[in-house]
């Protein structure tokens, strides 16, 4: 072999080495990118998770307060406050409860609960709230009205609880007035909203989040209350009047026919309307 060749093959290998070695640090540089963009989206995705982990816990919190939504918010509503427990034993048909809230979102109760065949009730005098907070322990909502609720409100609201779906009752509160002049009250089990106003859409809103069973789409499964998503109760009525020396005329309710659903219930009717 010549020299010329010689030098030529050398300079050939020189290129070669210097080829691969570039290749080589390419590849480093591609895998370490990489391997970079992957423990950033992990990071990523862990931060994501931690905090839509803390995010749901604080949601679930006592003390919470989710804003109120559109509709409830147009009709002068608070947001939705997380309420703390307060108890789910069954008391005596003749037993007052004495709730420390107006109106209670959860406490001690009846064994009955209201018969769900009505979902707007007139104010029956001494009407046994402690049945309608057992009502939303079975996961119902209620829509509590107080003594100031102007009467166009309460007719509103009487229209309102013939849409606003199966999980629905309208009970009249005759325990006194609810504080910061807001007369109408949206629960379900351990959630209170207080409106200033009645608005069909904002009970809609309300219901589709936190009824149970829930229609499609709800968002909240009450954890507190063991027997959550169980019927009304029984269609006699006579047992919701407390303390009275006489009990009301038996309603149709009462005497075993079922009423058509979205009814309401009057004193001493004699059937519902």
Known sequence: MGKKSAERNARLEALRREQRRQ??????LIYGSSGIVALVLLAGIIIYAMSENRSQNASHSIGHVTSAGKAAAAAGCTGVVNDAPRGNTHVAANQTVNYDVAPPS???????PLPDAYHFYERIP????ERAVHSLEHGFIIGWYDPKLPDDQVAALRTASDTAGDRFLAIPWERGDF???KHFVLTAWDRTQRCATVSEAAIKEFVATYANPDPVGAAW??????????????LNLSPTIAGSATEPAPTSASAGTTPEPG?????GSTAPR
């Open 23 to 28: 290749e080589r640090r390419r590849s480093l």
């Open 106 to 112: 959860s406490g001690n109760h009846d064994a009955d």
């Open 126 to 129: 001494n009407l046994r709230i």
């Open 179 to 181: 504080p910061d002049d």
């Open 221 to 234: 499964d009450s954890p507190t209350a063991p027997e959550s998503g169980a019927s009304g109760g029984t």
């Open 263 to 267: 009814t309401s219930v009057i004193p």
